[in-house]
């Protein structure tokens, strides 16, 4: 009968296995495993923090997502969009979580789904970055600085889990759509 620590460890030595299928897999399949990519982080920022607690509305703010980003002229710019997107929800959602009381376990895969997918997209992207890019990173700015104002606070985090589920629903789908709708 195998131990925990040997399924840990199955787990551990598979994993290499997973990314390097992953990895070498052509860029034209990747729409398919950003939609599933996508749906599986919904579930997880879901499941992350439970419902949202009622004494945190008070805290809500508008965070104000660039819309013009929404709408590239070209594929690449939606990858580069999408691939900024990655790297900035691993980089808050990496740091300063202990006060949430999240299941770390569901935090874990969320983060490595991401850590994922941005390697994953960075194979496919062009060199140059554009416009849309400065102003993402300043929409990220701002949800970094609404946690710091608010010490990082429980209510925060489920504010900015609130968020990026919206972000997920509202934009990832319509990028995916357009990143293959251009030869």
Known sequence: MATKSQGCLWQICLLPL???GVMSLDCNLLRRQQSKFNWYSLQLLQNMGGKFPLECLEDKT???????????K?????KMAIHEILQQLFGIFSRNLPQTGWE????ERFLNGLALQTKRLETCLPTKGGTNILRLKKYFQRIQDFLKEKKYSTCAWQI???EG??????????WLELMYSVA
Do not use: D, G, M, Y
Not at 74 to 78: G, R, T
Not at 165 to 174: A, E, G, T
């Open 18 to 20: 997973f990314f390097a």
């Open 62 to 72: 508008a965070f104000q997502f660039p819309e013009k980003v929404l709408k590239p």
């Open 74 to 78: 070209f594929p690449q710019e939606a």
């Open 104 to 107: 770390r376990r569901n935090v």
């Open 160 to 162: 900015v889990r609130e």
């Open 165 to 174: 589920q919206r972000l997920s629903l509202k934009n990832l789908r319509n």
